[in-house]
């Protein structure tokens, strides 16, 4: 009798007859749509995750384009922050808390400024611009800019003005205050300012598009450089009006050639201006102070 011997396996089993081969070919098919099924729920997945950080990102960039003015203290306009006094008069002052030009005539005209606000004789307008960054590059400006406004909605504009002017940093090109770890450290400084709002407004840049408004302004009204001011009698029945605007300093267009502005001249032509405003209300002299 001649004996079948059949093929060997490499275990030296016998090979599989039809019907197991047909169930591990099922087997190894419904494997396959198992992981095409995976893969494309995994592609699904990742494309809702890729789709909701595109439209977090389109939220984040339209609220870096809006205009947000300070919550407190703004013009009219919205473009400065005003700090309000009794009289039609008002003084716009631009500057740029990175210029150290800007610093010196905080030097020698804030306790004059600050002298006609405590007499209300005048109403101020700080307009913050970003003529250093223009200038020699970074953002420095921008980025102290948008904190003073994050501190004006805190109500804490004067204090936390004065700390940026006092740590500006005393070379122009170094570029300090475009960290904004540096703006919050120097926020820890002043009592009640290192607070979440504060940080979240800093952090989020919430105020960047006023400063660059503010920015296109001072170059649209050609002063050319810094610092800048201009005086205006507003009468109180038209607020929002620009009557009588008159260049103060001789930086400023049109005023080259005439005799160097002082704080006492300051005083006077403010005090004349507002004497002169058929709604005038200061009576105070301009010699003190």
């Known amino acids: 009798m001649k004996r079948s011997i059949g093929r060997q396996t490499r275990a030296g089993a016998q090979p599989p007859v039809d019907g197991d081969r047909q169930d591990a070919q099922a087997e190894r098919r419904r494997r396959i749509v198992v992981w095409q099924r995976r893969i494309i729920v995994a592609v699904a997945v990742v494309a ?10 389109v939220v984040r960039s339209n609220k870096n384009k809006a205009l947000a003015t300070p919550s407190a203290g703004a013009s009219p306009s919205g473009l400065s922050i005003s700090v309000p006094g009794r009289s039609p008069v008002v003084l716009t002052v631009w500057e740029d808390l990175r210029s150290t030009d800007s610093k010196k005539f905080l030097a020698e005209y804030g306790p004059t400024l600050d002298h006609l606000l405590s007499t209300g004789l005048v109403t101020i307008h700080y307009r913050e611009v970003t003529a250093v960054d223009k200038a020699i590059g970074g953002d420095g400006s921008l980025h102290a800019g948008n904190a003073l406004a994050c501190a004006q909605d805190q109500k804490l504009f004067p204090a936390y003005r004065a700390l940026l002017y006092k740590d500006q940093p005393a070379d122009e090109s170094d570029d300090a205050f475009s960290k904004t770890s540096y703006l919050l450290k120097l926020a820890k400084k002043i009592k009640g300012m290192d607070s979440d709002n504060f940080r979240t ?50 930086e400023a267009p049109g005023t080259a050639k005439k005799k160097r502005l002082t704080p006492a001249k300051l005083k006077s032509e403010v005090l004349k201006a507002a004497e002169a405003a058929p709604t005038a209300t200061a009576s105070a002299s301009p010699t003190a102070g």
Do not use: I, R, Y
């Open 48 to 57: 809702v995750f890729v789709c909701a950080g595109l439209a977090g990102s």
């Open 201 to 250: 407004c800093v952090e989020g840049v919430g105020h960047t598009v006023w400063v660059k408004k503010n920015q296109e302004a001072f170059v649209a009204a050609g002063f050319g450089s810094l610092p800048a001011m201009t005086m205006e009698v507003v009468p109180q029945e038209a607020l929002t009006g620009q009557q009588d605007v008159k260049t103060l300093l001789p």
